[in-house]
């Protein structure tokens, strides 16, 4: 519950100032109270991280700010790295335990009525379970990912009988992640861009504020919030489906339709229309580059000679699986209603996104492990052998053509006996056999033909000798 701690403290410790600031004497009672609320309003904060709606005065928030919820996921992983045992009893315990902490932290701030306790728990089984299981298998002497890989192709093949999870799969999957993760290193590289180009504005924000140093933390910490949230929008806008911040909002690479935002500086990092121009219109490439980098991670791990078409379709699935689900599961939970009226609609559509994404990915994969594929096949070396092949007859067939333009004018200028017709390229020392074996000043049309007619006259001194024999007998 550290996490916990890094929320509830700094709501605590910012009214308590703004308490001691007021010249008029507090009334414990009501402090009390009033401090109460603010220990509510930061343990909603908390589960709404955890995915549980925040409700207040009728109005429900369900934009989860993905920072608490990195945090929260930290905290259990460094927990269970450092005091946990690696046995799968130990990871039950503790993710059933931190599921339960959250629906008791939900059902003592009473913002998380009815059906969000559920969301709760829910929640709590998901970060909880994911971080024990990164802490337990960061641990020395646990298990590496792969062992996990071969453990389970295992346990399958004695339930079923039969390899659920080809190894080429676990390769796409891994070349898949590896996609993902330069993808989302880009998205935040976009969103430094943003937040220096935009920094000005966001200044101007926190100026009329006037937050003070208390408030200035508060601010930070929603700041760090809202990051991730930032960070998966900006891999939407490089894909091309684009993220909203309100109703009627768009911000794509292709065109920026903004409105009224609420004052929170992190906003003041949006693209401005500005960045809707010729060349952010290529964003869609830095995807697909993405995908040229799996193809070719999963590629160097496979044995050309070996590879066949159903281990490259494996390979692609797994490249298509990975970026989409992940997407997929990122963009659902950044995305929500992050207050009443236009502010019910912030985020990106989630199928669209993973769609795009994924698809951009996979053709960049294809491009690669297709393309070497074919070359390792042999395939592309036979096609440039017909290719040359074609272009040797090409050449030939020109040159008997140049030649056959070549003997009249020859003959023309009086040709005879031993005369050579010689086009460009040579080729006369056929032309000069075969003139040599007809007689001179015939009018024929040199070429394939001729070179036919000099075979067979080259067989005529043989007939005659042997109709000389024949007088002679």
């Not at 308490?19 to 414990?28: E, I, K, L, N």
């Not at 008997?400 to 050579?420: K, S």
Request: hydrophobic letters at 55%.
């Amino acid at each position: 519950m550290l996490s916990l701690a890094v929320v509830v403290l700094p709501a605590v410790v910012a009214y308590l100032v703004g308490t001691a600031a007021q010249a008029a004497p507090a009334d414990g009672a009501a402090d009390a109270v009033q401090v109460r609320s603010a220990v509510e309003i930061a343990a909603g904060l908390w589960l709404l991280g955890h995915g549980v709606p925040l409700t207040a005065d009728d109005v429900t928030v369900s934009l989860a700010p993905l920072g608490i919820a990195v945090l929260a996921l930290f905290t259990v992983y460094a927990s269970a790295k450092r005091f946990a045992v690696t046995t799968l009893r130990c990871w039950a315990a503790g993710t059933l335990a931190y599921a339960a902490g959250t629906t008791g932290v939900a059902l003592l701030a009473g913002s998380a009525p009815g059906w969000s306790l559920a969301l709760a728990a829910v929640g709590g089984l998901v970060l909880g379970g994911l971080g024990t299981g990164l802490g337990l298998l960061a641990r020395p002497g646990a298990p590496g990912p792969g062992t996990l890989g071969e453990r389970a192709e295992a346990f399958a093949l004695r339930r079923t009988g039969r390899d659920l999870v080809p190894a080429t799969l676990r390769l796409g999957l891994r070349a898949g992640t590896l996609a993902t993760a330069l993808l989302v290193g880009a998205s935040a590289l976009l969103v430094v861009a943003w937040a220096v180009a935009g920094r000005a504005t966001s200044s101007d924000i926190i100026t009329a504020l006037e937050p003070g140093w208390t408030g200035g933390i508060v601010f930070a910490v929603a700041q760090l919030a809202l990051l991730p949230n930032l960070v998966l929008w900006a891999a939407s806008w490089l894909a091309g489906a684009g993220f909203a911040v309100g109703e009627g909002t768009s911000f794509t690479p292709f065109g920026t339709i903004s409105g009224p935002l609420p004052a929170i500086p992190i906003l003041g990092a949006l693209p401005g229309e500005d960045w809707a121009n010729a060349v952010s219109a290529w964003a869609p490439v830095l995807v697909v580059a993405c995908g040229v980098a799996a193809g070719l991670f999963a590629w160097r791990r496979l044995e050309p000679e070996l590879v066949r078409w159903p281990d490259v379709a494996w390979v692609l699935a797994g490249v298509l699986l990975t970026p989409g689900v992940l997407m997929l599961a990122g963009q659902w939970v950044a995305a929500g209603a992050g207050g009443p009226g236009r502010l019910s609609e912030v985020g990106a559509n989630p199928l669209a996104s993973a769609g795009l994404i994924a698809g951009e990915v996979v053709a960049g994969a294809v491009a690669v492990l297709v393309g070497a594929k074919v070359d390792a096949s042999g395939v592309l070396e036979r096609v440039r052998d017909r290719a040359e092949d074609a272009r040797h007859t090409v050449g030939v067939g020109g040159l008997f053509g140049a030649a056959d333009g070549g003997e009249p004018d020859g003959a023309a200028d009086g040709a005879g006996p031993g005369g050579r017709a010689a086009g460009p390229g040579g080729g006369g020392g056929d032309a000069e056999g075969a003139a040599s074996d007809r007689t001179p000043g015939a009018d024929e049309a040199p070429g394939l033909a001729a070179l036919d007619e000099g075979g067979s006259g080259s067989a005529a001194p043989d007939v005659a000798a042997g109709a000389d024999e024949a007088h002679a007998d």
